[in-house]
């Protein structure tokens, strides 16, 4: 839909995706260095896909201020990694005083949601339901150093993959002084979260299931 090298929208009224599909990468926007998505009202990218990475969003780097509401809903990469957002090497800051939704979303290998690395920090509501990875991560794939901070409420709700139902990390903080729910997640090693380094300065909630370390979360050593 959108090309360029810098994509900054402002939705402060009612911005809508819907039906866009890209042969490469980010079916809705594409940018070779950053997206910039600012919602005081409501952005919705809706039947979106890419065949490689990104199928809403891809960009070097994706900085997000949500204060009204952003939906992404049957997002998908049916070749790669991040079946909404994708991000290179510049990550992603993700601030979430609205609410932010991923529904059906589902990538081929890593982050059926959302593949990156960097900080989502949410004092508001971010959910996601029924997204799927082929690998690692059904809703999110967090490479490198990444922070999750919930001071707000994060749910995860039917999600799976092959590793971390919910989310998979390299290196990963899990702050929540909120609320952060796991419900029905699965995934062969990791029910819930699978990272090689997890620190959790917080306990979160709610069952999740692995064929290897199952509950909340299964921490891989070595």
Excluded at 86 to 108: I, Q
């Amino acid at each position: 839909a959108i090309y360029a090298f810098h994509i900054a929208l402002d939705a402060s009224g009612h911005a809508s995706f819907t039906g866009c599909s890209s042969s490469s990468q980010g079916g809705a926007l594409k940018a070779a260095l950053s997206v910039t998505l600012v919602v005081s009202g409501h952005a919705s990218f809706t039947n979106i896909s890419s065949i490689y990475a990104g199928g809403a969003i891809y960009a070097d780097s994706f900085t997000l201020q949500a204060s009204g509401h952003a939906s992404f809903t049957n997002c998908s990469s049916t070749g790669y990694q991040g079946g909404a957002i994708y991000t290179g090497g510049g990550g992603a800051s993700v601030n979430v005083s609205g609410h932010t939704s991923f529904t059906n979303c589902r990538s081929l290998t890593e982050g059926g949601a959302m593949s990156t690395l960097g900080t989502i920090d949410v004092s508001g509501r971010l959910s996601f339901t029924n997204c799927t990875a082929g690998g690692n991560g059904g809703a999110l794939w967090l490479n490198s150093h990444s922070t999750l901070k919930a001071s707000g409420h994060v749910s995860f709700s039917n999600c799976n993959s092959r590793r971390g139902g919910a989310i998979s990390g390299v290196v990963l903080t899990l702050d929540a002084p909120g609320h952060v729910s796991f419900f029905n997640c699965s995934a062969q090693s990791g029910g819930a979260i699978r990272a090689w380094e997890l620190h959790v300065p917080a306990p979160s909630h709610g069952p999740g299931s692995g064929h290897h370390g199952g509950g909340d979360f299964f921490p891989q050593r070595g």
